[in-house]
């Protein structure tokens, strides 16, 4: 049966990720510890290269003390090192080698090639290209200073340097993977963070919007009782009916679909208005797009506009008439349609007189205004009132 990919991700690391867990380190242990077999030539000479005991013995403490240091910075490639710390064991390393070369012989010239394999694995390219090539050339004048090494240096130049300069290719690769893991990490927290703002700006324009309403017609339905129950039932109904409504487009804005729509948004803002006692002057259709086209995306911010501004004009505003236009215009970049809602309430976003504040509602708009390449401006419009100006762009089309 075919492992499956969490059991592969328990059972073997991933390339630049430090183990988890014992198994990962166990099997990242055994595939380093492969490449050992190439000092069976050492452990030869060490067996059967008619050493005294205690040449045996020392010789043995040097190789296992080695062999100890080089697992140590192999094993550790995927965390970031102190430089000066792995100069440092890097010069134990080389020490070591050249010491036993020079006292049990050329068979134990093999390990320099173990310490360009670990200089090109520890050390950031700007330092292992110089540290493969340094322990290169200490590689070559030991070979020469030892009785017949020159004979082996043939054979162990080439694997040092392939050796220590693949490693330096590992290396980066491996820092590569690590880098790209983190940033892949980092897209995913920004686009759950975009997905939160998404979700907060939809509830709070679907919400404003509703509550409003069900308020305003709760306030009228209490002073319609007792005196005209028939009309405060109809004031109960609409409740109901905007109730309704609010929970399908909670749902819908839950699930990503919504996409509110200009028409839709000037039928509820007739709606609102009315409730409100505010006289409503509203456009009846949309008007013609002779130089472009609006997309969606662009529709549904200046809808979101609409539903926003009207909900200030009946929660804050205190006006008694809202006038809203839709206009095509020509810009230096092109073709916009623009959105305006004007009240002549002293109480607007900003204040009495005062300029707009950028709470929650204007700071989403202008984000979704910004995202489909429009604009947003709201201020006082004259001694009185508020006025609210929203742009988006129109594709070029042939338009209608």
């Known amino acids: 049966m075919a492992l499956t990919k969490e059991h592969e991700d328990r059972d073997f690391p991933a390339i630049g990720k430090v183990p988890e867990n014992r198994r990962q380190k166990t099997v990242k242990a055994l595939w380093i510890s492969i490449w050992l077999f190439y000092l069976s030539a050492p452990v030869t000479d060490l067996i059967s290269g008619g050493h005294s005991l205690g040449v045996r013995l020392l010789g043995g403490l040097g190789l296992a003390a080695f062999v100890a240091w080089y697992l140590v910075l192999v094993f550790r490639t995927a965390r970031q090192m102190p430089v000066r710390r792995v100069l440092i064991s890097l010069a134990v390393l080389a020490a070591q080698a050249t010491i036993l070369s020079l006292t049990l012989g050329r068979e134990w010239l093999v390990l320099f090639v173990y310490v360009a ?4 694995a520890a050390l950031p390219a700007e330092y292992s290209r110089w540290t493969v090539l340094g322990t290169t050339a200490l590689l070559a004048v030991t070979a ?40 892949r990490a980092t897209v995913a927290q ?120 009207v909900t200030n004009v009946v929660r804050h505003s205190g006006a008694k008439r809202c006038r809203v236009t839709l206009e095509t215009r020509q810009t230096l970049d092109g073709p916009v349609l623009e959105l305006t809602v004007t ?50 762009p129109l594709a070029l089309g042939s338009g209608s």
């Open 144 to 183: 020469n200073a030892v009785p017949g090494g020159t004979a082996y240096l043939a054979g162990l130049l080439i694997p040092a340097l392939m050796g220590g300069f693949a490693m330096v290719g590992i290396r980066a690769m491996i820092r590569t993977t690590m880098e790209l893991r983190e940033a």
């Open 117 to 120: 394999i670990s200089s090109g």
């Open 190 to 309: 920004l686009a759950a963070n975009e997905e939160r703002l998404r979700m907060a700006r939809d509830l709070h324009d679907l919400l404003g919007h509703s509550l409003s309403l069900i308020t305003l017609k709760s306030e009228l339905a209490g002073r319609m009782l007792p005196g005209q129950p028939e009309a405060a039932a109809q004031q109960v109904a609409d409740i109901e009916r905007v109730s309704r409504q609010a929970l399908v487009d909670v749902r819908e804005a839950v699930s990503g679909y919504r996409r509110p729509t200009l028409p839709g948004e000037l039928a509820g803002a007739r709606t609102a208005l009315a409730a409100a006692g505010v006289v409503a002057d509203l456009p009846a259709d949309l008007p013609a797009e002779p130089s472009g086209e609006l997309p969606e995306e662009a529709e549904s911010a200046l809808a979101w506009s609409l539903r926003e501004a």
């Open 343 to 392: 009240d002549d309430g002293p109480g607007g976003p900003g204040g009495p007189a005062g300029p707009a504040a950028p709470g929650n509602g204007l700071t989403g708009l202008t984000e979704r205004l910004v995202a489909v390449g429009g604009s947003l401006s709201a201020g006082p419009a004259g001694r009185t009132g508020f006025a609210l100006t929203a742009r988006v």
